[in-house]
């Protein structure tokens, strides 16, 4: 599938910023990853076509992923940033879920959104 991302931007500490992205094929998994300078990619949030949710422990509570009825938009809500979610997010699909809290999981992606940049200031 080939992912096209929308959103992210800058906001002050304590804000809220919406991601979406949509696949243009069958996407079992949908999600979002995010990149620190100089890290490996992280999963922050995955949702699977049956509606099974997942989020990492860094962004539980603050962080809500869905998916449109097309089960081809997915859409994450960021509330109650902090300058520590600064990051490169990346959309991503994959033939499994979730995403988050696993090393391993940016080897299960087989398409990448191009990247958005989310800026949170103090």
């Known amino acids: 599938a080939q992912l096209v991302e929308s959103g992210g931007g800058s906001v002050q500490s304590g804000g809220t910023l919406t991601l979406s992205c949509v696949a243009s094929g069958y996407s079992y998994c949908l999600g979002w990853f995010r990149q620190f300078p100089g890290k490996e990619r992280e999963g922050v949030a995955s949702l699977s076509r049956s509606g099974t949710t997942s989020y990492a422990r860094s962004v539980q509570g603050r962080f809500s992923i869905s998916r449109g009825d097309d089960k081809n938009t997915v859409t994450l809500q960021m509330t109650s940033l902090s300058p520590d979610d600064t990051a490169m997010y990346y959309c991503?699909?994959?033939?499994?879920?979730?995403?988050?809290?696993?090393?391993?999981?940016?080897?299960?992606?087989?398409?990448w959104g191009q990247g958005t940049r989310v800026t949170v200031s103090p």
């Open positions: 991503a699909s994959g033939p499994a879920c979730p995403f988050n809290d696993d090393p391993a999981a940016p080897r299960r992606v087989d398409s």
